[in-house]
C-alpha cells in the first residue's frame, strides 16, 4: 500500500475475552488500545505553554456569571436546549444540526462509535492529534495515517487514496502540533470523492486562524465540523464543545452520546462566553502576535520552526527532553515532541502572550548559554543540517513517518 500506513490495533490472542483468570474481561481492544495518559498534574501556577490552553484564563464575564449560579442550577439536571439555540446562532445553522459534546474529545469517541465497525478503514494525516488513534484502536478500526507533505501540504492525493473503503477521516484544521492548515476546497473534493466515508473536520483551533470548513456543510452530507470551548475561549475545564453536521449524522450521535455528558454548568456558561466578544479579540489577536514574535525570535537564534495558524510554534531545539526539563524547572511548561517519527528534537511551545513568550525565549537563552554552545555548534547539536537551515522543510523528510501527537 503506498501513500499511507495501515496501522491496525493489534488483536489481543484472547480474542473472545475467555481464558487466564476467572473475573470479567473487558473487550479485545480495550485490552490492547494504547492507552494515553497526559501529563495533566501539578500544573497549576506554572505558565502553561503545553496544552495550547488559553494561557491568560478565561472571560471576566464567565466567572462573574459563575458566581452568580445558585444550588439550583447544580442540583439540576443538565438542559441543552438554550445553549442549542446559542451556538446554532453563533455558527449559522439550524438546531438540528448541532449537537454539544463534552470537549471535542467526546465528540471524536461518539464518532468512532456511532460510524466505525471492527475492521473498518479511519483516515488520519500524521504528524496528528493523538485521540484520533485512540478512539480509532477502540472501535477495533484500522488506522490509515498518510503524512503531510513537503513543507506541511495538505496530503490530499494520499488522503484520497487511503479514504477508499473507509468509514471515517479526521482532519485536523489547524493541524496539531503543525499548525499547517487544510484547504477548504481539498476537504470539500474529498467529501465529494467519497460520500460513504464522514469527513470530521477538527476546528479546535478555529478562532486563530479564522476560516471554517461549515459552508461544505451544505453541500456535503457527510462532513462534520467539531468545535471547542477549550482553546481560545479558555473553558478546558467546563469540557464544552460541540459537534456540526446534518440532522441524520446528528441524531445517530445522540443516540451514542450519554444524555447528560456535557454538564449542567458548562451549557450555562457557555452562553457568556461567546457574548464577550472582545475577549476572544484580545485573545486572539495577542496569541497571533506572540507566533511571529516566537518564529521571529527563535529564528534569529538559528532554530527553525514551522509556519502556524493557530496559538503555538513547533520548533526543532535538538535536545528537546532536556529542554523541556530545564523549563520545567524554571516554571515553564512546553510538550516534547521528539518520541513521534519525523519530530525528532521537536518541542511544541504555546503562544500564550507576548509577554509570556518573552520569559519563554529568556530561560531559552540561559538554556543554551547554559549549554555552552556557539551559533554553530548549537546548530550540530540541533542537528539541523546547513541544507534545512533555510526554513521550513521543502521535503517529506521533515514530516517522515507515520508520527502522531499528545496533546
Ligand atoms: C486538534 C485537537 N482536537 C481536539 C482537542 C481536544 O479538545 P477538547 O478539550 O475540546 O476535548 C485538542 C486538544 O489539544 C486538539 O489539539
Not at 457527510?222 to 464543545?241: I, Q
Not at 521537536?346 to 507576548?354: F, L, N
Request: hydrophobic residues 40%; positive net charge.
Amino acid at each position: 500500500m503506498s501513500g499511507f500506513r495501515a496501522t491496525g490495533a493489534k488483536v489481543a490472542k484472547d480474542a473472545k475475552g475467555r481464558g487466564k483468570g476467572s473475573g470479567p474481561r473487558p473487550r479485545p481492544e480495550v485490552l490492547t488500545v494504547r492507552a494515553y495518559a497526559p501529563p495533566l498534574e501539578g500544573r497549576r501556577g506554572l505558565l502553561r505553554l503545553d496544552f495550547n490552553e488559553n494561557t491568560v484564563g478565561c472571560s471576566p464575564a464567565v466567572l462573574r456569571a459563575l458566581r452568580r449560579l445558585g444550588g439550583e442550577a447544580v442540583a439540576t439536571y443538565p438542559e441543552y436546549g438554550r445553549l442549542r439555540e446559542v451556538l446554532a446562532r453563533r455558527l449559522g445553522v439550524g438546531e438540528d444540526e448541532v449537537l454539544p459534546t463534552g470537549g471535542i474529545d467526546e465528540a471524536l469517541h461518539v464518532l468512532a462509535q456511532a460510524f466505525v465497525e471492527r475492521g473498518d478503514g479511519v483516515v488520519t494525516p500524521a504528524p496528528g492529534f493523538v485521540m484520533y488513534r485512540v478512539y480509532s484502536e477502540l472501535a477495533g478500526a484500522e488506522l490509515r495515517t498518510v503524512r503531510w507533505g513537503p513543507g506541511a501540504a495538505f496530503p490530499e492525493a494520499g488522503l484520497r487514496r487511503a479514504m477508499r473503503g473507509a468509514r471515517l477521516l479526521f482532519v485536523a484544521t489547524p493541524n496539531n502540533p503543525t499548525g499547517s492548515v487544510a484547504p477548504r476546497a481539498a476537504l470539500g473534493r474529498l467529501a465529494r470523492a467519497h460520500p460513504r466515508c464522514l469527513v470530521a473536520i477538527d476546528e479546535a483551533y478555529f478562532e486563530f486562524h479564522g476560516v471554517t470548513a461549515l459552508p461544505l456543510l451544505r453541500r456535503h452530507g457527510n462532513v462534520v465540523v467539531l468545535r471547542t470551548f477549550s482553546k481560545a475561549y479558555g473553558l478546558a475545564a467546563l469540557r464544552l464543545g460541540c459537534v456540526v453536521a446534518r440532522p441524520p449524522v446528528i441524531d445517530a450521535l445522540a443516540r451514542v452520546r450519554s444524555p447528560y455528558s456535557v454538564n449542567g454548568l458548562a451549557a450555562i456558561l457557555a452562553e457568556a462566553a461567546l457574548a464577550d466578544r472582545g475577549f476572544l479579540r484580545r485573545t486572539v489577536g495577542e496569541a497571533r502576535r506572540a507566533v511571529a514574535f516566537l518564529r521571529r525570535e527563535l529564528g534569529r537564534r538559528g532554530i527553525r520552526s514551522w509556519p502556524s495558524a493557530a496559538n503555538f510554534v513547533l520548533a526543532r531545539f535538538g535536545r528537546a527532553g532536556e529542554l523541556a526539563e530545564f523549563l520545567r524547572a524554571k516554571g515553564i511548561l512546553v510538550r516534547d515532541q521528539s518520541g513521534h517519527p519525523g519530530l525528532e528534537g521537536c518541542v511544541r511551545v504555546g503562544a500564550g502572550t507576548v509577554e509570556q513568550t518573552r520569559r519563554f525565549l529568556g530561560e531559552l537563552d540561559a538554556w543554551l548559554a547554559c549549554a555552552g554552545f556557539d551559533q554553530r555548534r548549537r546548530r550540530h547539536v540541533q542537528g539541523i543540517s546547513r541544507k534545512e537551515r533555510k526554513g521550513p522543510p521543502r521535503t517529506p523528510r521533515g514530516w517522515a513517518g507515520a508520527g502522531e501527537v499528545k496533546r
